[in-house]
């Protein structure tokens, strides 16, 4: 079964510290990679999206991903946190085009201390 | 924002009575979702909608159905509530054609079933 696996569960930060999140997922075809961030009491939103093409994909709010096919990985990175970044951050993979289902990792919460 | 709204936001119910949640979207996509948030777990799928009359079960199914009698409207029934059912729920949609179908969530539903 696919699955999407993100190994840290809670990271804390200070503020301009360098942001690495990691996500890899299991699926040997073709994919379609998402990061969505949800702010306390919110409701998920689309940081970035990864279909074919640079691997390195940049989204909003100064966020960028890496699309690493042989290490099957979509990590998710921001060069300076800032204390509104608090939030959890969520992969996603949509494995090929025969499938309408996202496959979600568990999450990351990231505190960022001001 | 992809025209997305949930009601109730938030409900609170007894063990045993039935519950139905409704998702409404006004762009009129294709595929629409229901996922349950819970703690450790991310989002998981509930149940799936490729088309009107049109559904699918997803990881978590158990305990819940679904009807979609029309494109913009998607209803998420509990027959009869249990506690393991308190949880955050969530609808999404997919747009759709292209290729790059990407998921859009709405504001969520919190339940608490006692």
């Known amino acids: 079964a696919q699955s999407v696996s993100q190994h840290n569960h809670h990271v804390i930060l200070s503020e301009a510290a360098s942001l690495e999140l990691g996500c890899n997922y299991s699926?040997?075809?073709?994919?379609?990679l998402f990061w969505y961030v949800q702010y306390p009491g919110q409701h998920l939103q689309l940081l970035l999206k990864?279909?074919?093409?640079?691997?390195l994909v940049k989204g909003i709010k100064g966020f960028e991903a890496e699309f690493i096919k042989s290490k099957f990985s979509f990590n998710l990175r921001k060069p300076s946190v800032q204390w509104s970044d608090t939030a959890e951050y969520f992969c996603a993979v949509k494995a090929g085009s025969g499938t309408y289902k996202y496959i979600f990792g568990t999450g990351t919460r990231l505190k960022v201390l001001a | 924002d992809a025209g997305i709204t949930q009601s109730p936001r938030h409900k609170v119910t007894e063990t045993g009575t039935p519950v139905t949640l409704r998702c409404h979207q006004t762009?009129?996509?294709?595929?629409m979702y229901w996922y349950r948030q819970d703690p450790g777990h991310g989002l998981r799928l509930i149940h799936y909608s490729y088309g009107v009359k049109d559904t699918d079960k997803g990881e978590v199914s158990d305990g819940y159905s679904v009807s979609r009698s029309k494109t913009e409207d998607f209803l998420l029934t509990l027959e009869s509530a249990t506690s393991s059912q308190t949880s955050v729920y969530f609808c999404?949609?997919?747009?759709?054609?292209?290729?790059?179908?990407?998921?859009?969530f709405g504001p969520g539903t919190r339940l608490l079933v006692l």
């Open positions: 699926y040997g075809g073709t994919v379609n």
């Open positions: 762009e009129n996509h294709r595929y």
């Open positions: 999404a949609i997919s747009e759709s054609g292209g290729g790059q179908e990407t998921q859009y």
């Open positions: 990864y279909f074919s093409g640079d691997p």
